[in-house]
C-alpha cells in the first residue's frame, strides 16, 4: 500500500517562501514521477510541477522561475520551494506519484498567501 505524507504548508505574506514536503511509503518500483498539484476553491485541481526519477522537471507557467521541485530518491521524498508567493497561490497542495497507469494522492496541506 503507497502512502503519500505532505507537509510544509501554512500562511504566508506576500512575497513570502514556503517548502512543501511529500513522503511515499510503502512498496513500489523505482521508476516513477512525483509532482505537486493545487487546487483553490471552486476551481479544478491542476498540475502545478512534476519531476521524473532521473531529474526532468517541468513546471505550470504561472509558477516558472518562483517555484522549484526536487527529490531525494534515497528517501522517496519529493520537495517544492515555493518563493516569491502570490495571494493566487493560495490552494490545497496535493502530492503525486505516478507509476505506471498507477496514480496515488496525498491528503493534501493548505497553503495560503495573505497580508
Known amino acids: 500500500q503507497v502512502q503519500l505524507v505532505e507537509s510544509g504548508g501554512g500562511l504566508v505574506q506576500p512575497g513570502g517562501s514556503l517548502r512543501l514536503s511529500c513522503a511515499a511509503t510503502g512498496s513500489f518500483p523505482g521508476r516513477y514521477t512525483m509532482g505537486w498539484y493545487r487546487q483553490a476553491p471552486g476551481k479544478q485541481r491542476d498540475l502545478v510541477a512534476f519531476?521524473?526519477?532521473?531529474?526532468?522537471?517541468n513546471y505550470a507557467d504561472s509558477v516558472k522561475g518562483r517555484f522549484t521541485i526536487s527529490r531525494d530518491n534515497a528517501k522517496n521524498t519529493v520537495y517544492l520551494q515555493m518563493n516569491s508567493l502570490k495571494p493566487e497561490d493560495t490552494a490545497v497542495y496535493y502530492c503525486n506519484l505516478q507509476i505506471a497507469a498507477m496514480t496515488y494522492w496525498g491528503q493534501g496541506t493548505q497553503v495560503s498567501v495573505s497580508s
Open positions: 519531476i521524473t526519477r532521473t531529474g526532468t522537471s
